[in-house]
């Protein structure tokens, strides 16, 4: 049989992994060959031809982590080939494939459907997460009382592992999790401490974003991470303002359900957003995406982070009365590091 796994990176890898291991689970002796880096069509008709010879085989091919690179579609179909080839063995349950193709485009997952069985696992978004998560949750036989899921949610953003991560050691845990014991138990200031970020920056105190950007950095947050979580803040922020342009009576609540959101993240956002206008508004969603691409472009991280921090919150400093008293003099970013070489 033939099994092909995309989407979502992680969970597709996770469904792929999940796959081989129902295949051994009746036969433990089952030999399983990994195609990963390296990977060429002839390896493919080798693995499945020796099947055909000395008994069931199971193949696990990894085109993700084969053909990483641009200009390898030529590769990538010759072993897709090499899988057609191979047809009629798959189906009759002579040999076995498990393929993780994350990245298949339309075309590719038509001929996989074409070839075996497909599955498709999107990236989960705003509502679809957090049901996600609840999922994750029940599966893993959690007891929780209140919301978790969303508190995992405001936590972790999108980083599926992340979460999964988390539910697996909440899992291990007596009693019932709460959100307080999540967030306790959790320790992730980046996700705290970003909003905490934009209300700083949005009140034109550098001092204090400089410091908080500083203390996500020393307690050991990744600035491409830290970015990550304000990137996707201030992206809800810029929603809830459209909202609030558009009715300026929006709520919280009916915020979180218009924009398919969790309630805490929602409010927040949409308190920062009631006091910005649009070309404020504008001016830091342009910013935060600049500094991101510089960030991931060869840019230091720990000063792409301080500097954009320090230029948003000069900015809105001139927007906000008295604000521009508090950045004067009063921080500056590290100094910019040589260029290495």
């Not at 970003?194 to 996500?216: E, H, M, Q």
């Not at 920062?272 to 910013?287: I, M, N, S």
Request: aromatic share 4%.
């Amino acid at each position: 049989m033939l099994q092909v796994f995309a989407g979502d990176a992680f969970l597709a890898r996770r469904a792929a992994l999940t796959a081989l291991a129902e295949l051994r689970e009746p036969d433990p002796g089952l030999e399983i060959v990994r195609l990963d880096e390296g990977l060429h069509a002839g390896a493919v008709r080798e693995a499945l031809g020796q099947g055909g010879l000395f008994g069931r085989v199971a193949l696990f091919i990894d085109l993700d982590e084969a053909f990483s690179g641009a200009g390898q579609n030529v590769e990538r179909t010759a072993v897709i080939d090499a899988l057609a080839d191979h047809g009629e063995a798959l189906a009759a349950g002579v040999a076995d494939a498990v393929v993780l193709d994350a990245s298949a485009t339309p075309a590719r997952q038509k001929r996989w459907r074409e070839l075996g069985r497909l599955r498709v696992l999107p990236t989960p978004r705003f509502g679809n997460l957090t049901r996600w998560v609840a999922q994750e949750l029940e599966a893993a036989g959690v007891t929780v009382r209140g919301d978790v899921a969303g508190t995992l949610v405001d936590l972790f953003g999108e980083d599926l592992p992340g979460i999964a991560g988390e539910v697996a050691k909440l899992g291990l845990l007596d009693g019932a999790i709460t959100p307080e014991r999540t967030r306790a138990i959790a320790h992730r200031p980046a996700a705290r401490s970003a909003f905490d970020l934009t209300d700083a920056i949005a009140g034109g105190d550098a001092a204090a974003a400089l410091r908080i950007a500083r203390g996500l950095l020393e307690v050991g947050e990744a600035p491409v991470r830290v970015m990550a979580v304000l990137a996707w803040q201030i992206d809800l922020v810029v929603r809830c303002a459209a909202l609030a342009m558009r009715d300026p009576e929006v709520t919280p609540e009916s915020a979180a359900r218009e924009l398919k959101s969790s309630p805490y993240p929602t409010k927040k956002a949409l308190g920062v957003a009631r006091g910005l206008d649009e070309p404020a508004l504008a001016d830091l969603a342009q910013r935060t995406v600049a500094a991101d691409v510089a960030m991931k472009t060869g840019r230091d991280p720990a000063w792409a982070l301080e500097s954009v921090v320090i230029d948003l919150a000069g900015r809105f400093a001139r927007r906000v009365p008295g604000a521009a008293r508090q950045t004067k003099g009063a921080v500056a970013p590290r100094p910019r590091p040589a260029p290495s070489g």
